[in-house]
């Protein structure tokens, strides 16, 4: 895919938060807003672009997962500040200068904030699609009831073998092999009226392993493009994800 927009932190507000967390102004019980803020809103638009507009029932979803991806930001967020915050002590024991902490801040914001982000982008854009086709699948499949896994010609070793793999659209199989099933993906589902189910045997040869935790999931039936079993919602303190890790999820855009 080409590259996409970056989260909107220039140099000197890298700077400038990596000041603040080196100072203890910023820590993992008080984020920074201003940059959950920019990485919301870039996931925000990312979901926007992907979704396109629907019926009434379609909106109510869209409203889910914009709340998703501010959940999902705020994890991001925090996960940033923790991993920046384990930099601060060296070996000794003893404050890093900020200079050593700056060199190694700006690389763990890269991480974070560029590349990671440049793959999570790309996935809330593949995932809206999909959950926004989930929703005309379910209203076409009186007429369109079976539905077909394609690699859509870009077959690689994690999806290659579900590829022509085919169910009715109520067959719970699609709870955990829609796509997308990793970061990246371009795989498809294609809904048809005569087409031949899979036999048992070739689904329960499926190699479920191949499909990461927290991408087992249906955008379009749970209203999530991250679930709950990202990383980043992993080893955080108990109940902070439930609060959203004290940040506010923003009523309007």
Known sequence: MSKQPAIKF?????????????????????????????????????LYQGFGSGDFEAIELLSELRDNVYLFSAA?????????????????????????????????????????AQAEYNTVIGQSQMANQWQTIEANKEILPMLTFSTNGVPCPECLPFEGLTAHVDSPIWDVATPLLHFNCQCILIPSDDAAESTKEFIGDLPMDNIPDDFKNNPGKTGEIFTKEHPYFSGVPKGAAANNFGLEIPETD
């Open 10 to 46: 220039n140099s000197g507000k890298i700077e400038r938060l990596l000041k603040q967390i080196h100072s203890g102004e910023i820590t993992e019980t008080d984020l920074p807003v201003d940059l959950y803020d920019q990485i919301g809103e870039y996931f925000k638009n990312a």
């Open 76 to 116: 991001k967020t925090y996960q940033f500040t923790k991993a920046c915050s384990d930099l601060l002590v060296n070996e000794q024991g003893e404050i890093k200068p900020f200079s050593q902490f700056y060199s190694e801040g700006q690389e763990v914001y890269g991480q974070y904030n560029e590349t990671w």
